[in-house]
């Protein structure tokens, strides 16, 4: 290696006048180590230095010669130009570099030797330009490009565009680059410019890059097609501005430029089939590859920047395309550069690189045995694809590519100092045909997917079917086996389908088959008539059919269909009755017609029975008196029977201990002489075994309900001084009212302590009440100057109600509260009393238990829409509790449900208030305990009023609240 300080040389090539300024200067040359100065022409050179160059140059013999280095990890490599004298004779070379930016303090690096080379080219430029036509056709043929038959709305599709601008380069004769213009002007180069330009083919590979790049493109199978209704949908189309420095391509957003590509109605080209994705698929993953490997792209850098360092060494020698051999040199690189990557990148980023969803479909898809015995061939299924590509720059990718392309750019008329203006011209012919102007514009094509890609070929699936449903057919069809259902599970063979991150779940899809048995139902299995010959109509309910139509109907002996109708899933039948009633029960049978499948391949169908009514009779009571005195029951009842065909007449019959019994007919009276279960019965005539029974329970007069109630109301008042200067006084005045005598001292909850502490209800009148208490109270204050203020306060404390037996075992309530509160002024302050009233009441309903019984509680009451306590918060307040207390003989408490607790436990606690609803019925059921045992039953109803003012000055705090209804409670006996 040797330090860059080197010397002049006297080498032809070498520009003997040249002015180095501090050539060979170790101080501006220090840092910079040339690694290579035994070289051949386009070999690569590589400087090793931390400092950053500016500028390359190579002292030409004619002129100063601009180069482009590659900056690298540890320097700079730099490839150098070809030329017919270093390739012919070799010869030194004199490199300079600057770190400048205006180029000045320029130093000479050491001096190159490069060796002679013999280049052998296998074939003429007219076969190369011969094999580059066949690479476009075949290039054209892959991406279904035939611009005869284009019109300009098809540029808007992005894959058109782009072959679009490739053909328009190499074969618009406009075009400097362009395969007619190279002709022409190889018909006029010498032979030494042939030869020359022979040489760099080969020293280039470009015989053999054309040869790989047309058989990619030569494929089996077609990828493309085109279609004016193509499945091809685009996203947004990112443009970008290019800046006008060509040695350092740059990007920068535009608003301003037009979405060439966001129309997906100009979208043209599609692929067709699964063969086609598959092919597109492989070549993007394996061009993707070879743009990844770092080996590939440094050969690829290396070839950039020898096609730029030849040219510029040309555009010198032979005075830029304006000669025959610069001309064509222009024209040789443009393709070199296109062969090197263009069709590369295209490739790795057009085609579909991604699939981003698959289906799997039958048709046509349906899930009834009819469908496919009767009405469908055997169904097909269909495998469908979406795929996506991931985008191309395609201005960056075809400029970058070469220089010829990228000088095509409009308005960039020279790149190196070779002129480009015609690329210029041919270009915005097909931005022209795209509908817009780019001439500040750079096209990026966004990813776009096609979708649907349908499958033609089963080989390049795996496919399986499980269940017995069905089976696999010919010709991605199934064949329907028998009920049941299958599930079909497609996917593509992942080695015929390389896509990006792929998984099993992206390139597989399943769906579910099904034979469901077609059958009927009815909403009643028989249909009663009163007489015979009546017309009825039924109806049938076709389930799991598509074909309801498909049934025929068999009825039994006597029974005439007089019309049938489908309705919807509906068979709606009109038929009359057997006039016979021998003929009774009768029946219409339906079935299906359609084919059936097995298993269980029997009839499909259903039949509803024709039968004449049964005779039905009932009890019902009428009006009653009870405890009048001379009878404990005293009531009508009337018997109903419906379904006789001859004799609707009845009997009637009674068992207990002491009744009369009175029959009319239908209708009789019952009269009871004495407490206990009772039991009436009215039997049919003309069918004995047809009976109806009322079960009635009679409770002795004046010891069934009792009842203990304490009313209370009051008011406080303010605690307050009743002079200027005396001490304050507290006083309350309560009033009282009470019902019976339960409530004090120890409560005695047998049947004999209730009975003898509480007020019993059979035949007592209502008990009423009226507490009220009202207060008005003056109160007195000091003011600060000495004076007696005087203030009145009026407070009340209210509670009225009745309660009265009804219907023997009944409660019925009616109660009301008015409460006036107040607050008034004390020692600077205020002093606020709450003004209240309540109503305790402890019901007991106790009952001979003669046999099992249901004992019903019901409530009818109608509560009180205010809070019981207004402004005192957080109070709770379940005021309404239900309990039972069972005994036996021995007037020992039997426990009839431990879980839930007997004594003391309340079986139901609710709330009555504050327009809460209370639970409105409670059921126990006991069962038979012997002679002897008797049941109580304990209700506790509470109903408060509170008020507490606002506490403003001397506010009086109004409130009012109503609460009535019925608590009843009954035996009832169980058959």
């Not at 018909?187 to 470009?206: H, K, S």
């Not at 309801?548 to 919807?568: K, M």
């Not at 009048?628 to 207990?656: H, K, L, P």
């Not at 039997?894 to 079986?907: A, H, T, Y």
């Amino acid at each position: 290696m040797l330090s860059a300080c080197g010397g002049e040389t006297s080498d032809s090539d070498i520009n003997s006048n040249s002015q180095v300024p501090d050539s060979g200067t170790s101080q501006l040359c220090s840092g910079i180590t040339l690694n290579s100065t035994d070289v051949s022409a386009g070999d690569t050179i590589s400087l090793t230095t931390d400092k950053t160059i500016q500028h390359f140059t190579y002292l030409h013999s004619e002129r100063d010669i601009p180069l482009q280095g590659i900056q690298t990890d540890s320097g700079y490599n730099l490839s150098l130009p070809v030329t017919p004298t270093l390739l012919d004779q070799g010869g030194a070379m004199q490199l300079a570099v600057s770190t400048q930016a205006d180029g000045s303090s320029r130093c000479n690096l050491p001096e190159i030797r490069v060796n002679a080379t013999t280049v052998t080219s296998s074939q003429s430029l007219a076969e190369t330009l011969d094999d580059f036509e066949a690479l476009l056709t075949a290039y054209n043929t892959f991406y279904a490009f035939d611009a005869s038959t284009l019109s300009d709305d098809d540029y808007g599709d992005p894959i058109v565009f782009s072959a679009a601008l490739s053909n328009a380069y190499f074969t618009d004769p406009d075009s400097p680059v362009s395969i007619p213009h190279l002709r022409s002007l190889l018909a006029n180069a010498t032979e030494e410019e042939q030869a020359y330009l022979e040489t760099l083919v080969a020293q280039l590979g470009i015989v053999d890059r054309i040869a790989d790049m047309t058989a990619r493109y030569q494929t089996d199978t077609a990828l493309f097609s085109r279609s004016e209704d193509a499945n091809v949908q685009a996203a947004a189309v990112n443009t970008r501005t290019l800046s006008r420095n060509m040695t350092d391509v740059r990007f920068q957003a535009s608003d301003s430029c037009p979405d060439v590509f966001g129309s997906p109605d100009k979208h043209r080209v599609e692929i067709a089939d699964l063969r086609g994705l598959s092919v597109g698929l492989k070549l993007s993953a394996e061009a993707r590859a070879a743009i990844a490997s770092s080996a590939k792209r440094a050969t690829e850098t290396e070839i950039k920047n020898q096609l730029v360092n030849t040219a510029s060494t040309a555009a010198a020698i032979y005075g830029g395309p304006a000669g025959v051999a610069g001309g064509a040199l222009a024209g040789l690189y443009g393709l070199a550069g296109f062969v090197n990557e263009h069709p590369t990148n295209q490739l790795a980023y057009l085609l579909p690189s991604e699939i981003t969803d698959t289906r799997v479909q039958v048709l046509p898809k349906t899930e009834f045995e009819e469908d496919y015995t009767d009405r469908f061939p055997n169904p097909g299924w269909r495998f469908s694809v979406d795929a996506k590509s991931q985008g191309l720059n395609m201005s960056k990718q075809l400029m970058d590519a070469t220089f010829s392309v990228v000088g095509a750019a409009p308005g960039l008329p020279t790149v190196s100092g070779i002129n480009v203006t015609g690329l210029s011209t041919v270009s915005g012919k097909v931005y022209q045909k795209a509908g817009t102007n780019l001439d500040d514009c750079s096209l990026v094509i966004p990813p776009y997917t096609w979708s649907n890609i349908r499958s033609t070929d089963e080989s390049m699936l795996d496919s399986n079917l499980t269940g017995t449903a069905f089976s696999k057919g010919d010709d991605q069809t199934l064949v329907q086996e028998q009920l049941g259902s299958s599930e079909l599970d497609i996917s593509l063979k992942p080695s015929l389908f390389p896509s990006i991150d792929q998984t099993l779940a992206q390139i597989s899809d399943q769906v579910t088959l099904e034979n469901t048995r077609k059958d009927y139902s009815v909403h009643s299995a028989t249909e009663y008539v009163a007489k015979p010959g009546e017309v009825v109509n039924v109806s049938f309910f076709s389930r799991h059919s598509v074909l309801p139509g498909a049934y025929q109907l068999d009825p039994s002996e006597g029974v005439t269909i007089l019309n049938d109708t489908v309705v919807d899933d509906e068979i709606q039948v009109s038929l009359k009755t057997p006039t016979n009633e021998n003929l009774f029960p009768a029946s219409i049978h339906i079935s299906s017609t359609s084919s059936e499948l097995p298993p269980d391949a029997s009839v499909r169908g259903a039949s509803i029975s024709l039968e004449l009514s049964p005779i039905e009779l009932d009890i019902s009571a009428g009006a009653a008196v009870t405890c009048d005195g001379t009878d404990f029951y005293n009531g009508d009842f009337t018997a109903t029977i419906t379904g006789t065909q001859n004799d609707d007449s009845v009997t009637w019959s009674a068992t207990g201990d002491d009744y009369t019994l009175v029959s009319n007919g239908h209708s009789a009276s019952f009269i009871v002489n004495k407490p206990g279960p009772y039991t009436l019965t009215v039997t049919s005539s003309e069918d004995p075994t047809r009976s109806a029974t009322y079960q009635l329970f009679v409770d002795p007069c004046d010891s069934v309900v009792f009842i203990s109630s304490e009313i209370n109301a009051g008011v406080t008042e303010p605690t307050v001084p009743l002079e200027c200067g005396e001490a304050p006084t507290d006083v309350s005045y309560l009033g009282t009212h009470t019902i019976g005598g339960g409530l004090e001292g120890d409560i005695d909850l047998t049947p004999e302590g209730i009975r003898a502490q509480n007020q019993p209800m059979g035949t007592s009148t209502p008990q009423n009440w009226n507490v009220s208490i009202r207060r008005l109270t003056e109160s007195a204050e000091l003011t600060d100057d000495d004076r007696c203020n005087f203030y009145s306060t009026d407070q009340l404390g209210e509670s009225t109600g009745t309660i009265s037996i009804f219907e023997d075992t009944g409660l019925r309530f009616q109660q009301g509260f008015e409460m006036m509160g107040a607050c008034t002024l004390k020692d600077g302050g205020e002093s606020c009393e709450t003004g209240s009233a309540s109503v305790v009441h402890q019901m007991y309903w106790v009952f001979e238990h003669f046999g099992a019984a249901d004992y019903q509680l019901s409530n009818t009451l109608n509560c009180s829409t205010v809070s019981p306590f207004a402004g005192i918060p957080g109070v709770p307040y379940q005021n309404l509790k239900y309990f039972i207390l069972v005994y036996d003989a021995n007037g020992e408490l039997v426990e009839i449900d431990p879980s839930k607790g007997l004594f003391w436990n309340p079986i139901v606690q609710t709330a009555c208030h504050s327009e809460v609803d209370p639970i409105a019925s409670t059921t126990w059921s006991i069962p038979d305990l012997g002679e002897g045992a008797q049941v109580v039953i304990n209700v506790s109803y509470t109903d408060i009023l509170a008020v507490q003012p606002t506490g403003t000055d001397n506010t009086v705090t109004n409130r009012t609240a109503v609460s009535n209804g019925d608590i009843k409670v009954q035996q009832i006996l169980q058959p």
